[in-house]
């Protein structure tokens, strides 16, 4: 009690007398209500007004960077932002400056995506590689896009892969507008899309490409994910940048990880970052919850540029050499490595590569382009972060000349190499083209191809014939043109009677002739001038027929089986051009 009571003579010190002090606290007439705020301005208005702030919000400030009282965040890099002012309709207003603070990157995402991103309609029809003379049944798909300067649409390879027609719709409109697929590159899952219709443009806007966004920073993906017909925003956080593993194209490029939801659907449209683009939605991590995966701008613009300069798509250059990593100590040691050197062991050089006549087996690669490589085959990327050095060789335009330098036999070396795009033994994709094929009294030939595999089931790995699915993954080409010709089935006939058992081999040679290729087998079969044709199989397996009846049953074969062709169209055009005789048809 002694104690309250001189609390409150230290708190009433300054007053003559207390009780006289409370009575006119008490006796204190009441404080009026504040009076009625102005409404808040619209959702639009709002959202245009804020769309430059945003902008400057996103961009590193070097002018501030060597103030210490300017405000900074943690895990941006060492870098300074600027805080942008609020709008003048919006100052002085807390429950506008909570709508700024909490939820500016979704309006403004929203805002700029309504009149920017499609959705695509695709109908589809693919190949049958276990028939290939025929189609598999029609079927619809839908994406998302996005309209760039130029008027053009940026959307998924795979929302248009083997497409017979496309459509494309704008947000709040009814009407479906036709669509051309100007260029396709499926080892980076991008493609650009055309429309001719004037009215389709009316009111369309296009987005700007930005910048690769850093760690931690938001992003809104927009798009027409499964779940509904409207445009969709989710939003999300980058977690990760680094080469990964494209589904589509199967390519390693470098791609952004981010925590936002990515269905299906989703595939195409823009993830937004301030007012422009960050990358492209296209796959996601099966397995994993609220793991996707988006393009980042360099890859967007480096298939961009390929398409403007030459107007296709020119693909994304290799290296050709497989290398080690040299992270063993006594490795090092024995291959003359001296304790500051760091760089990776060449064990494997692609023979259609710049690189085969350049590099030899044991080099040890220590720079490319002046960048270090680290013992582990990655390289400086921002602040802290590292990357591998495939990024830096992807990113070189075809016809480029890149610089190695290089150690062997103890001595450092800088070599020049030209960059190019390389076609694997085994193709592993065959999107938006007809798979090839040749009939022969019944016997089906086709060049190996991934896809041809994929037919076995999702497990075709381990479903598929265990000796062309390793050839497939590992040989390598010898000579350009090259090509993995195999016997996939054969339709039976008196002919080729007890021949049955011996599909899914490779084709050697024809008439001790090694084969090249498809069309090179094509031409030896077809100018045979011998009375037996021979075909010398994987697995010392051999088949051998009377040329003259072979000819005579091969029609036979072809109506049996409502076949309108002994060979597919490219052949039908090489035969032509060189004189040779056309492949016989049925009616």
Same mark, same amino acid.
């Given at each position: ?34 009076? +009625? ?68 990157? +979704? ?27 025929? @189609? ?128 299906? $659907? ?12 960050? $990358? ?47 992270? @063993? ?74 610089? #190695? ?37 019944? #016997? ?12 076995? $089931? ?68 077809? $100018? ?21 009846? +072979? ?37």
């Amino acid at each position: 009690m002694l104690a309250a009571t001189r609390s409150l003579r230290r708190f009433s010190s300054s007053s003559s007398s207390p009780v006289r002090s409370l009575r006119r606290f008490l006796l204190r007439p009441p404080t009026p209500p504040p009076a +009625a705020r102005p409404p808040l301005p619209p959702l639009r208005n709002f959202t245009r007004a804020l769309l430059p702030h945003l902008a400057a919000a996103r961009s590193f400030s070097t002018a501030s960077s060597s103030s210490p009282s300017a405000p900074s965040r943690l895990g941006e890099c060492g870098g300074v932002r600027e805080v942008p002012a609020i709008p003048e309709e919006v100052e002085g207003d807390e429950g506008a400056e909570a709508l700024v603070r909490h939820d500016t990157d +979704a309006y403004a995402a929203v805002e700029l995506a309504m009149d920017s991103v499609v959705k695509v309609f695709t109908v589809s029809s693919s190949p049958n590689y276990f028939l290939p003379w025929q @189609n598999k049944a029609q079927r619809e798909s839908m994406g998302s896009g996005f309209v760039i300067p130029g008027r053009r649409i940026v959307t998924n390879a795979h929302v248009v892969a083997d497409h017979t027609f496309v459509l494309v719709r704008k947000h709040g409109s009814p009407t479906k507008y036709k669509a051309e697929v100007q260029a396709v590159g499926h080892e980076c899952d991008l493609a650009l899309l055309t429309v001719e219709s004037e009215e389709f443009w009316d009111g369309v806007n296009s987005l700007e490409l930005g910048a690769i966004p850093f760690l931690q920073e938001a992003v809104a993906v927009v798009g027409y994910p499964q779940g509904g017909d409207n445009i969709s925003v989710t939003k999300g956080v980058v977690s990760r940048v680094e080469p990964t593993q494209y589904a589509h194209g199967a390519t390693q490029l470098m791609a952004i990880q981010i925590d936002a939801a990515i269905n299906p $659907g989703n595939s195409g449209g823009p993830a937004i970052m301030g007012d422009k683009v960050a $990358g492209v939605a296209f796959q996601n991590l099966s397995g994993a919850e609220n793991i996707g995966y988006i393009i980042p701008v360099p890859v967007i613009k480096r298939f961009i540029s390929g398409v403007e300069e030459s107007g296709k798509y020119s693909g994304f250059c290799t290296l050709g050499v497989s290398c080690q990593a040299t992270e @063993n100590v006594q490795l090092r040691e024995c291959l003359g490595m001296r304790p500051e050197m760091t760089g990776v062991l060449v064990s494997r050089i692609n023979p259609l590569s710049d690189a085969f006549r350049i590099l030899k087996k044991d080099d040890i690669l220590l720079e490319f382009d002046g960048v270090p490589i680290a013992n582990d085959g990655t390289v400086p990327f921002r602040n802290r972060e590292r990357i591998t050095f495939d990024h830096l060789v992807s990113m070189k335009k075809p016809g480029e000349t890149a610089v #190695l330098k290089v150690l062997r036999d103890g001595k450092e070396q800088e070599l020049s190499v030209i960059l190019r795009p390389l076609q694997p033994l085994v193709p592993v994709h065959q999107f938006d083209k007809l798979p090839s094929y040749y009939i022969f009294a019944g #016997l089906v030939f086709i060049p190996l191809t991934q896809p041809y595999l994929h037919e076995f $089931g999702e497990d075709w790995y381990n479903a598929s014939p265990r000796r062309l699915c390793e050839r497939a993954l590992r040989e390598l080409p010898k000579k350009a043109g090259e090509q993995l010709v195999i016997l996939s089935q054969v339709l039976m006939d008196d002919i080729n009677v007890g021949y049955e058992r011996l599909s899914e081999l490779q084709v050697k040679k024809v008439n001790g002739v090694e084969v090249e290729n498809l069309k090179h087998l094509c031409s030896l079969v077809e $100018g045979c001038t011998e009375e037996n044709l021979r075909f010398d199989l994987d697995d010392e397996r051999v088949i051998i027929l009377k040329y003259q009846n +072979a000819r005579l049953a091969t029609s036979r074969v072809l109506k049996r089986h409502r076949i309108p062709s002994a060979m597919s169209s490219d052949l039908v055009e090489e035969q032509a051009n060189n004189g040779e005789v056309e492949a016989s048809c049925t009616s």
